[in-house]
């Protein structure tokens, strides 16, 4: 059992800067993946970006060189820097994290903190 605990959103303007944390109750490297998603008021939980074990990244296109995705393995954490938001970014992000378990691929979920992009 692994707790995700993702924080770090709040009320922006547009073009503001955020940083979201995702805490892991023990160590990520036994995570392969490990990656923010979103969801929308009305839309469905889509990929923003992800980062595997070894460091590559992935990220949606519509999010391409605004935000990075990193992960500090000495502390659990992982992260999501946004800069230059948009009204469109605004959302719940929740973190989520990949565990090979046995012969099963568990997959954790954070309960998710609120992105609001407004002026």
């Known amino acids: 059992q692994v707790d995700l605990v993702d924080a770090g959103g709040d009320l922006v303007q547009p073009g503001g800067s955020l940083r979201l944390s995702c805490a892991a109750s023990?160590?990520?490297?036994?995570?392969?993946?490990m990656g923010w998603h979103r969801q929308a008021l009305g839309k469905q939980r889509e990929l923003v970006a992800s980062?595997?074990?070894?460091?590559?990244?992935q990220y949606a296109d519509s999010v391409k060189g605004r935000f990075t995705i990193y992960r500090d393995n000495a502390k659990n954490m992982m992260y999501l820097q946004m800069n230059n938001l948009k009204p469109d970014d605004a959302a719940v992000y929740f973190c989520?994290?990949?565990?090979?378990?046995?012969?099963?691929?568990?997959?954790?979920w954070g309960r998710g903190t609120q992105v609001a992009v407004s002026s």
């Open positions: 980062i595997t074990s070894d460091g590559r990244t």
């Open positions: 023990r160590s990520i490297l036994d995570f392969t993946t």
């Open positions: 989520n994290a990949h565990s090979p378990e046995g012969s099963r691929d568990v997959t954790y």
